[in-house]
């Protein structure tokens, strides 16, 4: 029962109160204190469900009982740390803020078992119970990242806010949400509408992997309305996840051309035959370094700052291949003009365009650490991904640094060497790997340290057409990556995978009860 992931910081059973435990009975009542009101509606609403216990509110704290629930706010703990003690006065989840009692809730999920994560109760004898125990826990980084690409396979609203779940279940607090590319632009943005009448379909799309019966070629597409994104946004919130946009820009960039031909380098390629990209890879249609592109990305910034408050924008800014400014005279006159040195100050430019006018609006900017080439704006935070060494280089510059690296987090590569996983490419990264991924490179000192404000898995769907093929890349490994994300291991060759693996037989219990098609540690996969 005890079995947690990620691991807590500390756990003891021996207490004085012996080894007793609390049972949750219809009489268990649930008392939420001032600012915990928040977490209070969501675990009433998520226990009541999988329990059918009614859990009603208590009016005060010490009313929860020696069966009941109580939460509230320790000034004393920092903002997401919290105490969960559970005796023979009830349990008790206290958190220095609100995010700190929703992490407390989440531990107290897993201590009633996997049943405690299913959406209806599967009979009235069962036994909800938690030990007695003290539980105090922190997590070790404020960015404990999930990345979703819904450009290459779009994944309809239901699909994004079951990962938010899956995310709160396992203490993942950003979701890095890759919103446009060449495939797919998936956000309404009401003054260019063609975005999504154009930019949200593309014709033909290979699905599925080329040994599988699946493979085939058919339309694909979809978006998110604005709605839609303010309940993905409020979603998030509820559980203490914030909402990082990513708007890829300059590269990237193909459905924007293709609803919007100007936007491209109109006198190197005829832009307006170009479609929604139909296949994968760097593409070299990138948008023109005009003022009208500017102004064009401007408006759809400005969208999306009214649709997400976090404090993070991400403008991509990864593989943007500068053939076509080499040959565009249009992009030449503007290297002269600003008197820059070639075509990456010419992206630099570009990006810090961004920074600053992001900056202006109380925001800031993170890209992918191809922004470090030919100077790295302002204020920008950077997005390591070709390894650490983008991250060690802009953490020594004094810029903030999400590490996640494709060498070790990237859950779209490969998990095992066999013929018979469903997506061959990349590098293996295993469930050990990515357990033994250390996100603070030694190289840097305490001080540059400090500017690695966490890490990030990124699950890239080029082969992933659906969720359960989403979950069978993201899981087990996200769990793995959560516990290093969250709890404070040692060294990677010091750190306990036996252990890990021991804890993850109850984790997959509940992984079950969720419906996660998770790859299996052993036995058939899903589709032999
Ligand atoms: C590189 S990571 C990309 C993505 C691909 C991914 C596939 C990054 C910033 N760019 O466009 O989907 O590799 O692993």
């Known amino acids: 029962m005890t079995d947690l992931i990620p691991a807590p910081r500390d756990i003891a059973t021996t207490t004085v109160t012996g080894s007793g435990e609390v049972r949750l009975t219809a009489h268990s009542r649930l008392s939420a204190g001032t600012g915990t009101e928040g977490t209070g509606h969501w675990l009433r609403t998520t226990l009541r469900q999988a329990t059918g216990l009614p859990l009603h509110e208590g009016r005060e704290l010490d009313d929860a009982g020696g069966d009941g629930i109580g939460l509230r706010l320790d000034p004393e703990l920092g903002p997401e740390e919290y105490r969960l003690v559970s005796d023979f006065s009830g349990i008790l989840i206290e958190g220095g803020g609100a995010a700190g009692v929703f992490w407390g809730a989440q531990t107290l999920r897993q201590l009633l078992g996997p049943d405690a994560y299913r959406r209806a109760p599967l009979g009235r ?201 080499r040959r565009s005279e249009t992009a030449q006159a503007r290297i002269r003009e600003l008197g820059l040195a070639d075509e990456d100050e010419l992206q630099s430019w570009f990006i810090g365009h961004f920074d600053a006018w992001l900056s202006a609006r109380g925001r ?88 690695v404000l966490g890490t990030q898995a990124n699950l890239w769907t080029e082969v992933m057409e659906d969720h359960a093929r989403v979950d069978y890349q993201a899981f087990p490994r996200l769990a793995a990556f959560a516990e290093v994300a969250w709890s404070a291991l040692p060294a990677p060759e010091e750190r306990d995978f036996a252990g890990f693996e021991h804890r993850m037989t109850a984790h997959y219990r509940r992984l079950d009860a969720l419906g996660v098609a998770y790859r299996p540690p052993a036995g058939p996969l899903p589709w032999q």
């Open 125 to 325: 004898d069962r036994v909800w119970a938690v030990p007695h125990l003290t539980i105090e826990d922190a997590p070790r980084f404020r960015w404990r990242g999930l990345m979703l690409d819904v450009a290459r396979h779009f994944m309809p609203k239901e699909g994004v806010l079951r990962y938010l779940d899956l995310m709160a279940a396992h203490k993942l607090n950003v979701f890095h949400f890759h919103l446009t590319d060449d495939q797919g632009w998936r956000i309404e943005i009401e003054r260019h509408p063609r975005l999504t009448e154009i930019g949200s379909w593309r014709a033909r799309t290979k699905t599925g992997h080329r040994a599988s019966p699946l493979w085939e070629e058919k339309p694909h597409g979809g978006y998110y309305t604005r709605d839609d994104i303010r309940e993905i946004v409020a979603y998030a919130a509820e559980r203490h996840i914030t909402v990082v946009p990513e708007i890829d820009v300059p590269g990237h960039s193909q459905a924007a051309i293709a609803a919007y031909p100007e936007l491209g380098n109109t006198d190197v390629i005829a832009t307006d035959s170009l479609s929604v990209w139909d296949t994968w890879g760097i593409n070299p249609n990138v948008l023109a370094p005009t003022d009208n592109t500017l102004r064009f990305y401007e408006g759809v910034f400005e969208e999306v700052l009214e649709l997400f408050p976090s404090e993070f924008v991400h403008i991509g800014g990864d593989e943007c291949p500068k053939d076509q400014w």
């Open 364 to 451: 800031r900017l993170i890209g992918w650490d191809e922004i470090l080439e030919g100077g790295l704006a302002k204020g920008a935070a950077v997005s390591s991904w070709r390894g650490y060494a983008g991250g060690i280089a802009a953490a020594r510059a004094g810029h903030d640094v999400v590490m996640c690296p494709e060498q070790q987090v990237y859950l779209d590569h490969r998990q095992d060497p066999g013929p018979d996983e469903p997506v061959p490419i990349g590098w293996v990264r295993s469930l050990e790997d990515v357990y033994r991924f250390e996100p603070v490179p030694p190289e840097l000192t305490p001080e540059e340290a400090r500017h």
